[in-house]
């Protein structure tokens, strides 16, 4: 290969013969396209991205191996991230499950759709722990709980590829963004990010590893900083963490220019510099800005970039495209017959679309007015997501079947045929007209359910918020409704926690709706009518003010704790407490549940010990229903401050009305572990406190001690 040849195996540039919406100036695109092919033919491009199509796919792909010197085939790329026409919850909804489980089915699903589409690849899962709720990218991963995303990690890589990377319906996945996305100060969109390295790895990398053991072959480098080295640039967490430490033998693909924006972040002086930074510090392809093709030959020629380094990653890209069975079939993902199947692999689709979004509800409050009754009672259905049909996708949905998609009164009139529907208001434009005839019909009805919350576009990339709240002219109308004396239920629609308050946390039930997708309304109509008894938890902890952020259940332990009592001179704010209004891991059913006092095998866990702890949980209302059982710890006394309470274990169980379960999990030494002040990541003997329980604020905790080492 020519040095020339590559570059271009090192680069990927966003898809112009196939653009994924090509209403969108068409003149220019194809101008566009015409661009795109001589890149092709000239090899100056190894992938592209975002494009959708089994035809120009296959033609683009048939230039690639037939008229350029090596014959070396494309990868195409794309955000797929919660379904491709088909939508699913948007992650962070779907975590509310806590059913790993459910994300592999519906990763699965997502692959079937995308492969027949023409796509080998998709940019997900998302694995950044988002703690503060001000981020808009939030909606896109599994919240703010380390040992819960991961397991969704996992879920979803698992999901993506299947279990053979050659298959034709395996979709290569990447996890994103690495690393320490989701730690930009005050959750601004692409801020700089300052924490230390034992956050970094107990909190941030372990998604990452995680996604790595599961089988994903590339990585996506993050477009922050960490501690001050922008992460596109950063060969501290490339190079040794990534290869050394980890022996990933996959490929790190930039995000979005990161490499060029390192002239931005002031690390590099210029394009030239910037792709040899970003090169040598462990990206390997480059997205979208084309530096590596304009200028590694030259960093190469010059001595500044070692040839070395460039087969290296030559080579690794090439491996992916070996490892998923491209150089044998070049036309995988192209097969135009799959295509024309799509229509019947989608409408495949629609139950798991139901099923995933009525598991991702969570049930905040409910003064027993839920579940609904299906006759004898007058429904008000009012709210700007009454029949909206523009925001049921959620963010990061750049397919998506918009045809299919079931709005809320469209699920709920399946149910009752006593349902008038008003709009209300606008999303954030105030119209006292529309909250008046609200208001009136309203005082006719038996329950009002209210559809409010956030629009599709204040989540997503570029979407941080200040203030986390329910925009203002709905928040007016929830108020006016209110005064008016009928019972209401609310659907919260959001793609991340919100400081709900006023009317809107005064309604007699609240149920979390994230942005559920294709199948919104059924899903919706199943929880409010009780043909589904929700089992949903919060993933993300929901505050009592938007002032309260970064506000997470498992922050390290403070020197002046608020506890129950007064505030003065303790770790809390003037205007408020320093408590979460519901707490991570928080979600109500339409039955009740009691715990018991945990069990353990043993107070003493010997250091190789595994220690069994396990309790009764009792179904004590008079429906079946399901309970996300959670295991927390605590340890009390260590090297470096340790978090409040951490998740180690969930398990989520049917259990009929009136029956108890035995529900056991297992702790070994590894799960007590976590790096240390001396930088080790190991587990501190001494005392540590369990809670199984039904919310991370929930439950009593027992006691048990890890002895050290030498006690045998
Ligand atoms: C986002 C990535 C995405 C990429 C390609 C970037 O702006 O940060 O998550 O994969 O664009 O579309």
Redesign the pocket.
């Known amino acids: 290969m020519t040095l020339e040849e590559k570059a271009g195996q090192l680069t990927i540039l966003a898809d112009t013969i196939r653009p994924c919406n090509p209403d969108i100036n068409p003149e220019v695109n194809h101008r566009q396209a015409d661009e795109m092919v001589d890149q092709i033919r000239r090899s100056r491009v190894g992938s592209i991205?975002?494009g959708v199509g089994v035809k120009e796919g296959r033609e683009a792909q048939r230039i690639a191996i037939e008229e350029t010197r090596l014959g070396i085939p494309l990868i195409f790329g794309s955000?797929v991230i919660h379904g491709m026409w088909t939508v699913f919850p948007i992650p962070l909804g779907e975590a509310a499950s806590f059913e790993p489980s459910i994300a592999e089915q519906t990763a699965r699903a997502t692959a079937l759709e995308t492969t027949a589409s023409g796509i080998h690849w998709t940019?997900a899962p998302?694995v950044d722990v988002a703690r503060d709720q001000r981020w808009g990218r939030v909606a896109e991963g599994s919240g703010e709980d380390v040992f819960l995303g991961k397991a969704f990690a996992v879920a979803r890589v698992k999901g993506f590829q299947g279990s053979d990377l050659r298959s034709e319906d395996a979709l290569l996945s990447t996890p994103?963004?690495f690393a320490a996305y989701g730690g930009v100060s005050g959750g601004m969109e692409y801020n700089f990010v300052e924490i230390s390295e034992s956050t970094l790895r107990d909190v941030h990398l372990p998604a990452f590893k995680a996604c790595l053991d599961a089988g994903a072959l590339t990585l996506?480098s993050a477009?922050n900083d960490i501690a001050g080295v922008p992460a596109s640039g950063n060969k501290w967490l490339m190079t040794d963490i990534l290869r050394g430490e980890w022996h990933f033998k996959g490929f790190v693909v930039s995000?979005?220019t990161a490499d060029e924006e390192l002239v931005n972040h002031g690390f590099a002086a210029d394009g030239r510099d910037a792709a040899r930074l970003a090169f040598t510090a462990g990206v390997d392809m480059s997205?979208q800005s084309g530096l590596y093709v304009d200028h590694l030959p030259d960093l190469v020629a010059s001595g500044q970039v070692s040839l070395e380094a460039v087969d290296e990653g030559v080579r690794r890209i090439l491996s992916v495209k070996k490892a998923i069975g491209l150089f044998e079939n070049p036309y995988k993902c192209l097969d135009l017959k799959r295509e024309e199947s799509l229509e019947k692999i989608k409408s495949g689709h629609d139950e798991l679309a139901r099923e995933s979004a009525r598991r991702s509800i969570v049930l905040l409050k409910n003064e027993k007015l839920l579940p609904l009754k299906k006759s004898g009672q007058k429904i008000l259905l009012v709210g700007p997501f009454a029949s909206d049909v523009d925001n049921l996708h959620g963010c990061w949905t750049v397919y998506g079947d918009k045809k299919r998609a079931v709005p809320v009164d469209v699920g709920i009139c399946m149910k009752s045929k006593d349902v008038e529907v008003l709009q209300g208001c606008n999303f954030e434009a105030s119209t006292d007209r529309g909250i008046d005839e609200a208001v009136e019909a309203a005082k006719r009805a038996d329950v009002v359910v209210l559809a409010i919350g956030e629009p599709e576009d204040f989540s997503g990339?570029s979407q941080s918020r200040t203030q986390i709240v329910v925009p203002e002219a709905q928040q007016k109308l929830a108020e006016a409704l209110a005064a008016a004396g009928t019972p209401i239920v609310v659907l919260l629609r959001t793609g991340r926690a919100l400081a709900i308050s006023g009317a809107v946390l005064r309604a007699e039930a609240i149920l979390v709706t994230w942005f559920l997708g294709t199948q919104t309304g059924p899903a919706i109509a199943d929880v409010l009518f009780g043909d589904y008894n929700p089992s949903g938890k919060l993933p993300v902890s929901f505050p009592a003010d938007s002032g309260q952020q970064p506000l997470f259940y498992n922050a390290p332990r403070t020197g002046r704790p608020q506890g129950n009592g007064d505030r003065t001179f303790k770790a809390t704010w003037r205007e408020v407490h320093s408590k979460a209004l519901f707490p991570f891991g928080f979600g109500l059913s339409y039955t009740s549940f009691s715990f018991a006092t945990p069990l353990l095998s043993t107070s003493t866990m010997g250091w190789d010990e595994t220690l069994k702890a396990s309790v009764q949980v009792s179904n004590t209302g008079e429906r079946d229903g399901e309970e996300v059982v959670q295991l927390y710890i605590h340890d009390c006394v260590a090297s470096r401050v340790r978090p409040v309470r951490e998740l180690k274990g969930f398990r989520k169980v049917l259990l009929r009305a009136g029956e108890t379960q035995k529900i056991s999990f297992e702790l070994r030494r590894l799960d007590l572990s976590f790096h240390g002040a001396d930088g080790n990541f190991q587990a501190e003997p001494g005392e540590f406190h369990l809670w199984i329980s039904s919310s991370s604020a929930a439950g009593e905790p027992v006691k048990f001690q890890l002895m050290p080492a030498s006690v045998a």
Request: charged share 30%; no cysteine.
């Open positions: 991205f975002n955000d940019f998302m994103k963004h996506m477009f995000d979005y997205m990339e």
